[in-house]
């Protein structure tokens, strides 16, 4: 579990987040949205530690990433796992060189052991076969998939996702949605997913940080937000005709409790 505790953080004269505090349970998939300029970035920026805080908590498992001296961190970051928006992959590399980086940059593996373990994420996100092949030979989606399997070769505790289905056609999206539902309980990992996307929310939303100007204001899961009478959330997550609809199904079709 990760958990932040009141954090505040300023650029210059300007106060981003304000005394924010959240919970990131083990083995759930939690989401953190909000408008641009929400702070949410800066939010998982600082919590992975791109970014200091002016003050508060950041804790992984009861560690207080603020109070952790240099080798601290360093041991840290062995168990976390990165997806950036871009997936970020190198055009140089194949799809296996990209997947094996971390193991060659941070574990003490034999040869023949990374390329096991290389070999075992790429299956695990069904690209079997895809290992000699450059990014700019697949497709945005095997390139989102060879980033989640690089993300995790280092089978990490924590998983940072940020905006994962960014520039993927929406079939492609619920693919990489499912991916990480699926990773995150097959290995019980700490999964945050900084995203814009209200298919995910409503998809695998199972623990969901609402943060508007700099404050954390909703927290809940994929179907309480449906029942919200938090406005400004409302107005986020169901601007669109369509998500309107689809609330208005949902609640005017629920069964009270028995």
């Known amino acids: 579990m ?15 987040l304000h005394g924010v ?11 953190i ?9 800066v939010l998982i920026k600082s919590i992975v530690g791109l970014l200091k805080p002016d003050s508060g908590e950041i804790l992984y498992d009861g560690r207080d990433l603020m109070q952790m001296n240099p080798e601290q961190t ?8 990165m997806l950036f928006q871009g997936s970020a992959l190198f055009d140089s590399e194949t799809v296996l060189g990209n997947v ?9 593996m034999t040869r023949e052991e990374m390329l ?13 076969g895809a290992d000699k092949k450059y990014p700019s030979e697949i497709s945005g989606g095997m390139q989102k998939r060879v980033a989640i399997a690089r993300a995790i070769a280092l089978n990490p505790k924590y998983l940072f996702c940020d905006e994962p289905n960014s520039g993927l056609d929406p079939r492609t999206s619920i693919l990489i949605d499912e991916l990480l539902s699926d990773i995150t309980h097959e290995y ?26 700099g404050h954390r204001e909703w927290v809940g899961d994929k ?22 609809k689809v609330k208005e199904y949902i609640v005017n079709n629920a069964h009270p409790a028995k």
């Not at 990760?2 to 981003?16: G, L, Q």
């Not at 096991?116 to 079997?128: M, S």
């Open 188 to 213: 019980n990992i700490t999964t945050i997913i900084n995203t814009h996307d209200m298919n995910s929310v409503i998809g695998i939303g199972e623990n969901i940080v609402f943060i508007n100007k």
């Open 223 to 244: 179907e309480e937000i449906f029942h919200t009478a938090n406005e400004a959330l409302n107005d986020f997550v169901f601007a669109t005709d369509l998500f309107q």
């Open 116 to 128: 096991d373990r290389a070999h075992f994420c790429l299956e695990r996100v069904n690209l079997k």
């Open 33 to 41: 949205i909000g408008q641009s300029g929400s702070g949410k970035t």
């Open 100 to 108: 094996m980086f971390p193991l060659i940059m941070f574990s003490d």
């Open 21 to 31: 505090s959240a919970r990131f349970e083990t083995g759930k998939t939690n989401l």
């Open 74 to 81: 360093q041991a840290l970051r062995k168990e976390i796992g």
């Open 2 to 16: 990760i958990e932040v505790r009141d954090i505040t953080k300023s650029f210059d004269d300007k106060t981003v």
